[in-house]
């Protein structure tokens, strides 16, 4: 599923992860996240975007009076399956005090597997590639910036999604 065997090891994956923090010491939070993946078990390498500072997003919209966002975007090749990765993406967000409860709702601390090689996944647990990723800027920006070349499964190219979503094309 991963990749080709290369003396009896399958090549690693791309997994494609976004992070996002609105509250507490965010940039803090960010940088130890990213310490936390790249000391995943079966994790070669890790390649993150810079940070940038986006408005929070609701069930309702944009929301300018709530905490802003920051993220980033994390190219991670590893061999874990993708629902394992997703395992340590959720004990991550706990041990830095996430805490799952309304829906979009202010957050110490968000991973999301966006997607994961060319996986396409509809299965009730892991959805792949992330269900909303082509509509998000604070995704596909970041994801843009660490790999021009980059494409969203199903959905095309990052580049070409991201001109849409600001009216370029």
Same mark, same amino acid.
Not at 1 to 22: D, F, H, W
Not at 159 to 167: E, F, N, S
């Given at each position: 599923?991963?990749?080709?065997?290369?003396?009896?090891?399958?090549?690693?994956?791309?997994?494609?992860?976004?992070?996002?923090?609105?509250l507490g010491?965010?940039?803090? @939070?960010?940088?130890?996240a990213l310490?936390?993946?790249?000391?995943?078990?079966?994790?070669?390498?890790?390649? @993150?975007?810079?940070?940038?500072?986006?408005?929070?997003?609701?069930?309702?919209?944009?929301?300018?009076?709530?905490?802003?966002?920051?993220?980033?975007?994390?190219?991670?090749? @590893?061999?874990?399956?993708?629902?394992?990765?997703?395992?340590?993406?959720?004990?991550?967000?706990?041990?830095?005090?996430?805490?799952?409860?309304?829906?979009?709702?202010?957050? @110490?601390?968000?991973?999301?597997?966006?997607?994961?090689?060319?996986?396409?996944?509809?299965?009730?647990?892991?959805?792949?590639?992330?269900?909303?990723?082509?509509?998000?800027?604070?995704?596909?920006?970041?994801?843009?910036?660490?790999?021009?070349?980059?494409?969203?499964?199903?959905?095309?190219?990052?580049?070409?999604?991201?001109?849409?979503?600001?009216?370029?094309?």
């Open positions: 599923m991963s990749g080709v065997a290369v003396e009896g090891r399958p090549q690693p994956a791309i997994a494609v992860v976004a992070l996002g923090a609105n010491d965010r940039e803090a @939070t960010l940088d130890a310490t936390d993946l790249a000391a995943l078990p079966l994790t070669d390498r890790v390649r @993150t975007s810079a940070v940038m500072e986006t408005v929070a997003v609701t069930t309702s919209g944009p929301d300018a009076e709530a905490p802003r966002y920051l993220n980033a975007v994390a190219l991670v090749a @590893t061999r874990l399956a993708p629902s394992v990765l997703l395992t340590y993406l959720h004990r991550i967000e706990a041990r830095h005090g996430r805490e799952r409860g309304e829906r979009w709702a202010d957050r @110490t601390l968000d991973l999301d597997l966006v997607s994961y090689g060319a996986v396409v996944s509809n299965d009730a647990r892991l959805v792949l590639p992330h269900p909303r990723a082509a509509e998000r800027e604070f995704v596909l920006a970041p994801w843009h910036e660490v790999d021009p070349e980059a494409e969203l499964p199903g959905a095309g190219r990052v580049d070409d999604l991201l001109a849409a979503l600001r009216g370029d094309r």
